[in-house]
């Protein structure tokens, strides 16, 4: 295996303190045409995913590699992070924007102690339509079989778990704590009994398998087995070069195209309309003899962010742990919001800072991703993408 490079400092102590906030003269206001905010580019504000702990329980290699993420690792300290309510009133704040999904992630979300009163708290909120958000968490599972009855109780809708392999040995390795896949499987059986999947049944949970080429494209075929015909969709990410520290390099990404190929050689699939604007996910549905759609079956997810940029209608804002707004997945720098929380902002105050900072946003990166260059760990300190860990999937 070739060797990784790892820089000794880490991308998140560069992150300047004071923010980005820019003065209001300085942006025009963008609506859409439905008068609803909108970015430069025109596109809505739909979906907010906010970190809730920059810990995690796994070293995978692709995210939290163990020659960074250490046991000196300087984690932030629990005064940093926003509280409950502080992301409660930032999440309302966001919902007046329009914004109707709220993704919980991390790090590991479910490490952060007693998420479900925080549940509780944003499952109260309501979209601009006065309807409840649609609210959901990542996780990589370890923790599900213990906490999914409490986390539906207090109202989460869905949950999504990523799960790289089914092969013990390799699960191990990938999750590089030496994590049995056993526990993983429990956690997405607690979820589907839970109920916690598309509309409340347990159906339409979400597995997120990464793929790395030369590590667990040999997991692909035993996954899509044991996932097809139970309900549960089966999603392929492209091995992105997101963060500073993860060694990233294309011959280890396995296009989607090819993971495609490989199952339709064995399952036939056939390409089905995305559900809503803006899913970053291309579905694929099992085929039946007549080559139809056959929904008992089930369906695929691919999500391309390296071969295939859908930033066009990229709709996502991310909150980071100690409450910046990043506003594309491979950002450098944040617009601190908790300055503004915890002076005496009001309300509109906040409000009005995340409807300009919105609108001045133009963040296109995998549009871009092949005139910038891979290789971050050669950028300046200040330029390096910020971590995945820090700001959340
Ligand atoms: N710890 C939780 C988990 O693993 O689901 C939530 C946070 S994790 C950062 C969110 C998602 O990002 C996971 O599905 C993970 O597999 C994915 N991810 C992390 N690093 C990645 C990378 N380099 N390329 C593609 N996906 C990545
Ligand atoms: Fe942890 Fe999730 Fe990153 Fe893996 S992908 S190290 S589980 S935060
Ligand atoms: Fe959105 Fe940035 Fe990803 Fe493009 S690269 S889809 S703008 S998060």
Redesign the pocket.
Known sequence: MSKRVIPLIDQRSYVPREGLIRSHAELEPFVNSNGLLADRLGRPLHDLRISVTDRCNFRCSYCMPKEVFDKDYAYLPHSSLLSFEEITRVARLFAAHGVRKIRLTGGEPLLRKNLEVLIEQLAALRTVDGLPLDLTLTTNGSLLARKAQALKAAGLNRVTVSLDGLDDAVFRRMNDVDFPVADVLAGIEAARAAGLGQDGTGAGLKVNMVVKRGTNEQEILPMVRHFKGTGIVLRFIEYMDVGATNGWRMDEVLPSADVVKLIHAKHPLIQLDPTVAGE?AERWGFADAAGRHDKAAGEIGVIS?VTQ???QD?N?ARLSTEGKLY?????TQGHDLRSLIRTDASDADIESAIGHIWQGRS?????LRSTMGPDTTTLAPGQRRVEMSYIGG
């Open positions: 970053t962010s940029a859908f930033c990229c996502r506003l594309c997945l491979f950002a963040d296109r990166y995998s549009e």
